[in-house]
């Protein structure tokens, strides 16, 4: 496996309450994602960096904040975690756009109750 | 953007036969063409994949095609072991929106 990290791997929170999510690499990729995993839905993107500070929107960023002060780190960030928020997060990075490849990090596991 | 459709949803064949996983993409500039194994609590790992000015690859028992004038490319297993119980997701990267778009997944089960 790629050297990808996702902190906490399993979290239980509250409706409202603030929840950030953080992804770790040591491979040095410039190309990093967060995608949530449900059941019918497959892996939707929420946002992804193309760079230090250099983030996007995905097809389901709503309710959701990223950022990048490092190439290491990806932080996600939900403001207000509501239960349609409950899902398992994944993180993912790539070396290069044309290349393609994506590598995930064991993904976490969030319930929003 | 780029839809990519997945099908069949659910897939269940005998030890020995062999497998074929189906997707279709929209986006004709799409020219990056992955496939994800996901293990049950575990991470999605690539598979084998294929690019556009390729039609078709092997690695021992899986193989892909593409069928770049249909937009639609295909997963083949042959000779299934249990071990390749799993749920597959095919993938299209679109260079123009500089990411890639995922299917909704097909959960395979290997009866021994």
């Known amino acids: 496996d790629a050297g990808i990290t996702q902190s906490p791997r399993h979290k239980v929170t509250e409706t409202g309450t603030p929840v950030t999510l953080r992804c770790h690499q040591t491979?040095?990729?410039?190309?990093m994602y967060w995608y949530r995993q449900d059941p019918g839905h497959g892996l939707r993107l929420i946002h992804y960096s193309y760079g230090v500070k250099d983030t996007d929107k995905g097809e389901v960023s709503d309710g959701y904040s990223v950022s990048r002060s490092k190439t290491e780190d990806f932080l996600l960030t939900l403001e207000s975690a509501t239960s349609s928020q409950t899902s398992v997060y994944f993180c993912?990075?790539?070396?290069?756009?044309?290349?393609?490849?994506?590598?995930f990090g064991p993904g976490t596991r969030l319930l929003v109750l | 953007g780029e839809n990519v459709e997945q099908h069949p949803s659910t897939l269940s064949v005998q030890e020995g036969d062999s497998a074929v996983i189906k997707c279709t993409y929209s986006?004709?500039?799409?020219?990056?063409f992955p496939w994800y194994k996901q293990e049950l609590g575990k991470r999605p790992q690539l598979i084998i994949d294929?690019?556009?000015?390729?039609g078709e690859k092997k690695d021992q028992r899986i193989a892909v095609t593409l069928n770049k004038t249909a937009k639609h490319f295909s997963l083949h297993i042959t000779e299934t072991q249990p071990e390749d119980s799993a749920v597959y997701f095919c993938?299209?990267?679109?260079?123009?929106?500089?990411?890639?778009?995922f299917g909704t997944g097909t959960k395979l089960q290997v009866i021994p």
């Open positions: 986006d004709s500039a799409s020219n990056y």
């Open positions: 294929i690019r556009s000015n390729v």
């Open positions: 993938a299209s990267y679109s260079g123009g929106y500089q990411k890639v778009t």
């Open positions: 491979e040095n990729h410039r190309y």
């Open positions: 993912a990075i790539s070396e290069s756009v044309r290349e393609g490849t994506q590598y």
